[in-house]
């Protein structure tokens, strides 16, 4: 997949996911660098950090500029931020105000994107995945894009093969396939489980179930719509935001909206929920052979860079960033994007 602009069709989209603050690595990223910078902006292990390695995995497939970025706006008091996401396409880093969670994280950029692409697939990446195999994971992606094509109504999450029962990640049960193939190899979720404990993680296992990696593919209009079916009234605001984008309101329009909303969680206040109607929304497309981390604690990312010494290049300390500033108009990150 050298040629991204050759391979994917021009409704087809990227979004990573780089609002959160890594609460859970704060204190060993300090301990690394004396700073408090999020860890999607870290250099934890090869040449680039944990958001560049996304870019350029994704970037395979998708081109830059329909690769879109959320950011909070904290996170552009740090110039080693600043510089990593200078080097984005020209419109395509979408600054939120502040962290309320995977949901709305989600809703916003998708909210900019329908605007500019009704029609959008668009494939969803966290920016705090390890993952080696890249060419093998970036084909499965492929994979989940082509069976939206076949059938637009599905919302296809990838599904990681478990190496242990892990008691830290979610977990998504497939139905039994009663003798149906899908062409593509994606089957239907029957239901969620998070965080198991240890006994229950090893039935799960043992069952079949894999590991939510949160990496999706989804119509942008579809997901729109079923979130709206469970969330009419937060629905309507987005639909009233998607009206000003690109009009004096827009940015106070964003700021009322995320001062007027709780957190909310993409997996367990949306997905769960439209998996609990029963309408077959949900796919899970079976990640097979990929060494896939979620490095959402020291112990992990810790385990994970022993496992693989003898195979790749490890940072054994991060660079320290720069000392923080204030944003200036000549940074070159811009905060309003799409519209």
Same mark, same amino acid.
């Given at each position: 997949m050298s040629d991204p602009t050759q391979r994917s069709d021009a409704n087809f989209w990227g979004l990573v996911l780089a609002g959160g603050e890594g609460k859970r690595l704060e204190n060993y990223v300090r301990q690394l660098c004396g700073e408090r910078l999020p860890k999607q902006y870290m250099n934890f292990i090869g040449t680039r950090s944990m958001i560049e390695h996304t870019f350029a995995r994704v970037e395979r497939l998708i081109p830059r500029d329909r690769l879109l970025t959320i950011v909070g706006k904290n996170h552009l008091i740090w110039s080693d931020v600043r510089r990593q996401l200078a080097q984005r396409a020209p419109g395509t880093v979408i600054v939120q105000p502040e962290n309320k969670d995977t949901g709305v994280g989600l809703l916003l950029p998708l909210t900019f994107l329908q605007r500019r692409c009704p029609n959008a697939i668009v494939a969803v990446f966290p920016s705090d995945h390890f993952i080696l195999e890249e060419q093998r994971f970036i084909?499965?992606?492929?994979? &989940? !894009?082509? %069976? =939206?094509?076949?059938?637009?109504?599905?919302?296809?999450?990838?599904?990681?093969?478990?190496?242990?029962?892990?008691?830290?990640?979610?977990?998504?049960?497939?139905?039994?396939?009663?003798?149906?193939?899908?062409?593509?190899?994606?089957?239907?979720?029957?239901?969620?489980?998070?965080?198991?404990?240890?006994?229950?993680?090893?039935?799960?296992? &043992? !069952?079949? %179930? =894999?590991?939510n990696t949160m990496i999706m593919v989804f119509r942008v209009d579809n997901l729109l719509s079923e979130f709206a079916a469970l969330y009419p009234d937060i629905a309507g605001r987005f639909r009233s935001l998607s009206k000003a984008i690109g009009t004096p309101a827009e940015k106070s329009m964003i700021e009322e909206i995320y001062r007027s909303l709780e957190p909310m969680n993409f997996s367990k206040d949306i997905l769960e929920k439209i998996a609990a109607r029963g309408t077959g929304a949900i796919a899970v497309l079976p990640v097979l052979q990929v060494t896939w981390s979620d490095w959402g604690s020291p112990q992990r990312l810790l385990a994970m860079k022993k496992s693989l010494a003898p195979r790749v290049t490890v940072a054994p300390v991060a660079a320290r960033p720069q000392p923080s500033r204030p944003v200036s108009r000549s940074d070159a990150v811009r905060a309003r994007q799409l519209g």
């Open positions: 084909e499965h992606v492929n994979l &989940a !894009a082509q %069976a =939206l094509r076949h059938d637009r109504t599905k919302i296809v999450l990838l599904g990681i093969e478990p190496q242990s029962a892990e008691t830290e990640y979610g977990y998504i049960v497939p139905t039994e396939s009663n003798g149906h193939i899908d062409l593509c190899g994606c089957r239907r979720a029957a239901h969620f489980v998070e965080k198991p404990a240890i006994a229950e993680a090893r039935l799960l296992v &043992a !069952a079949g %179930a =894999l590991w």
